[in-house]
């Protein structure tokens, strides 16, 4: 490869590759925050955030699960809660309870909250 080797072709495949990538996240984050609303119908919380890899542009992959945190979710409703988004969106879910956990105040610094409708 000399001088004149040109990575155009294969620069153009990267960045459409990436551009769909983003807007799967951008999709499946719709998807999930449509889910937290069906989920509120069902079981009682005050706050709900996304975070992780899910809320950072290109860092979200095909293999990747998504972080959710609650607050106020019951201990009883805990593993409902996963196991209800999981389902809805077809993707694995981690799943914390934010009162006292060592992540709070950064989840709810650079989280995305999910905003019940009135």
């Known amino acids: 490869m ?32 449509a889910a937290i609303a069906r989920l509120a119908q069902e079981i009682p919380f005050e706050e709900a955030y996304l975070f992780g890899s899910i809320v950072k542009t290109q860092r979200f992959s095909k293999g990747s699960d998504v972080d959710i945190g609650f607050v106020g979710v019951r ?33 709810k610094r650079e989280g995305l909250k999910w905003t019940r409708k009135v």
């Open 75 to 107: 201990d009883e409703d805990f593993f409902k809660a996963m196991s209800f988004i999981s389902r809805e969106i077809g993707v694995e879910v981690d799943v914390i309870q934010l009162e006292g956990h060592r992540l709070e105040a950064r989840v």
């Open 2 to 33: 000399g001088p004149g080797f040109s990575t155009q072709l294969l620069d153009g495949v990267l960045e459409r590759e990436r551009a769909e990538r983003e807007g799967r996240r951008i999709q499946l984050i719709k998807k999930v925050f």
